[in-house]
């Protein structure tokens, strides 16, 4: 908003301002006990301060009992001067020129902070505002998504904002922040998905490592999956396939091939067709469910490996401090009962170091942990894009069912009906039809028009039948 006030002259805010201020917000008995020589600072409650070219908070120390205060659209470019409104629920600083959070460690009350449009680059220092439920910092340049994570701190929040920052182009930006903050309802004024809440959240837990988040990502992706009963063919990309379904949405509204069925070899033609084709599809569709049941299998082992992975570290880790528990425990007996200053600070030395030997422990049950996370990520996308190449391969033509393809089908079955109607009318002009000429000719009268109208059909279903494998493909990419 700084362009707006390029030729005003920055201000301080000073005690002028804030009587005016005072006098503009308070109810009209108020006002008036405002102009008094006097002010009861400690009386105002609520503040506006937007639009007044304030270059620098100060002189706010006098109104203690603030609760709102509003600095939106001028010209600050430091959070300071705000320690003593220990009061405050609803801070609004939009619009400014702040490069940094800061000056809110007091601020313990604060359940509503807006900071949008400004230069801040890092979310932190805000680890106090443990009442804070709304927080917004869009349009500012936070381009490190991971330091969302610090904000698991603040359990109260609900509703954030970060729209408009760098970080937010980034691929699956929603998905790790919702993933890391689990309690949020509302991101970028959007409302939260519980359910995605929960999966993601059952997946990270509370450690937010970078690579169970890939984890994460991955699994999200093979979650959709998780299909039962009648799903099973959707969620295997074969829907319409078993059956008789798609021959019958090819031909079920083909009505110039129906009349064209009166001709005799037509109608054998259209008896024989259906029986080839539907065992086509039925290959397919058998094929599909096969290669669905592969990445089932994978799935599987990849949540089965994931969990033990996790489950001996854990395990490992309370064993650890367990035992480091039972030591300090013995030594702080130790220490109480030593009889001299000697002892007991050698004592202290020998638990600082125990210290230090803990946390090198943790470290390094963290860093296999994430090496094996790590290890099994990379080694289920591998299994993953083998499957799914595979899949892909087949259904675009490298079909292992003797080179016989629906679309092949179909342009077999194009030409020998174009045979038939060609014979047909060659047998009408020499007149070798017995009674049933009648009905043919009225049938096969334009050449023309017949010929274009079987060609049409033809391309409808052809089209059809690419819709199908390219829904098939489609779906494989998306998961």
């Known amino acids: 908003m700084s362009q707006f006030f390029s030729n005003a002259e920055p201000n301080i805010i000073d005690d002028e301002m804030i009587q ?47 609760t709102k205060l509003q600095l939106d659209n001028n010209f600050i470019e430091k959070i300071e001067g705000l320690e003593t409104l220990v009061h405050l629920v609803w801070l609004d600083l939009s619009f400014n020129s702040i490069e940094a959070i800061e000056g809110l460690d007091t601020l313990t009350k604060l359940q509503d902070l807006s900071l949008y449009s400004n230069r801040i680059s890092k979310i932190e220092h805000m680890d106090t505002l443990q009442e804070l439920q709304i927080f917004s910092i869009g349009k500012n340049n936070l381009t490190i998504l991971e330091d969302v994570v610090c904000l698991r701190r603040l359990k109260s929040l609900r509703t954030l904002n970060l729209s408009g920052n760098p970080f937010c182009s980034k691929e699956h930006y929603r998905l790790f922040v919702v993933a890391h903050l689990p309690s949020l309802v509302y991101l970028d004024f959007k ?52 059956g ?83 030591q300090n425990k013995r030594r702080l007996d130790e220490l109480y009962q030593a009889g001299s200053d000697d002892i007991a600070e050698s004592k202290r030395a020998q638990g600082k170091e125990n210290v230090h030997r803990l946390w090198d422990a943790l470290m390094t049950l963290e860093a296999l942990v994430s090496n094996d996370l790590e290890e099994l990520l990379q080694d289920f996308k591998r299994s993953i894009d083998v499957i799914a190449s595979a899949f ?34 060659e047998k009408l002009e020499e007149e070798e039809f017995g009674e049933d000429v009648e009905d043919v000719e009225d049938l096969l009268t334009d050449k023309n ?10 391309h409808i279903r052809l089209q059809k039948i690419d819709k199908r494998e390219s829904d098939m493909l489609c779906n494989i990419y998306k998961w």
């Open 244 to 326: 008789s379904l798609l021959f019958d949405n090819l031909y079920g509204e083909d009505r110039e091939v129906a009349q064209l069925a009166a001709i005799p070899a037509v109608e054998d033609l259209l008896q024989a067709y259906p029986s080839w084709f539907v065992l086509v599809s039925e290959n397919l569709y058998n094929y599909g469910l096969e290669e669905y049941e592969k990445r089932e299998a994978t799935v599987s082992k990849f949540y089965k490996r994931f969990y033990e992975i996790l489950t001996v570290n854990q395990q490992e880790s309370k064993r650890t401090i367990s035992d480091f528990e039972s």
């Open 191 to 242: 409302l939260v998905s519980h359910s995605t809440v929960r999966f993601l959240h059952s997946l990270i837990g509370k450690s937010g490592n970078s690579i169970l988040q890939s984890l994460c990502f991955v699994a999200l992706g093979a979650g959709s999956l998780q299909k039962s009963g009648s799903q099973k063919h959707t969620a295997a990309f074969v829907e319409y396939l078993n």
């Open 449 to 458: 028009t017949i010929v274009n109208a079987i060609n049409v059909s033809h």
């Open 20 to 66: 005016k201020a005072i006098e503009e917000k308070c109810p009209e008995d108020l006002g008036d006990l405002a102009r008094q020589e006097n002010t009861n600072f400690k009386a105002v409650t609520e503040l506006q301060l937007s639009f007044k070219n304030i270059l620098q908070i100060a002189n706010l120390w006098p109104l203690e009992n603030l």
């Open 392 to 425: 892909i391969e087949t259904i675009q033509g490298i079909y292992p069912f003797h080179s016989i393809q629906c679309r092949d089908l179909e342009n077999e079955q194009h030409e020998k009906l174009m045979e038939i109607i060609f014979a047909t009318m």
